[in-house]
Nanobody, 122 residues
Framework: QVQLVESGGGSVQAGGSLRLSCAAS????????MGWFRQVPGKEREGVAR???????SLAGSVKGRFTISTDNAKNTLYLQMNSLKPEDTAMYYC????????????????WGKGTLVTISS
């Protein structure tokens, strides 16, 4: 059974950093395409970063140069390192998994975690 459990969210000031973790079970993170999404109430969910099984990554334009997606295969965990955080990064962040080894930044996900809240104050 696939499970995705996010952690690491919190409240920080603008310019700070957070690292989100997504502990995975029921599959191997290195074998599938995975991603991070975020959503603000009243807005559509947007893809933030994705990582496929060949270690190719894609990042949304708004986070390029500030966010990094990676995995720790030994821990079967997906990470999102977020630096130089801005108030507009405030959102619920979700970890997602595709059944396939490749996916697009904003689509193709089949499983979702419950999310972790990130709040950035100015």
């Amino acid at each position: 059974q696939v499970q995705l459990v996010e952690s690491g969210g919190g409240s920080v000031q603008a310019g700070g950093s957070l690292r989100l973790s997504c502990a995975a079970s029921g599959f191997t993170v290195s074998s599938n395409c995975m991603g991070w999404f975020r959503q603000v109430p009243g807005k559509e969910r947007e893809g933030v970063a994705r990582l496929d099984s060949d270690d190719n990554t894609s990042l949304a334009g708004s986070v390029k140069g500030r966010f990094t997606i990676s995995t720790d295969n030994a821990k079967n965990t997906l990470y999102l390192q977020m630096n130089s955080l801005k108030p507009e990064d405030t959102a619920m962040y979700y970890c997602a998994l595709s059944r396939r080894n490749w996916c697009r930044l904003n689509s193709g996900m089949d499983y979702w975690g419950k999310g972790t809240l990130v709040t950035i104050s100015s």
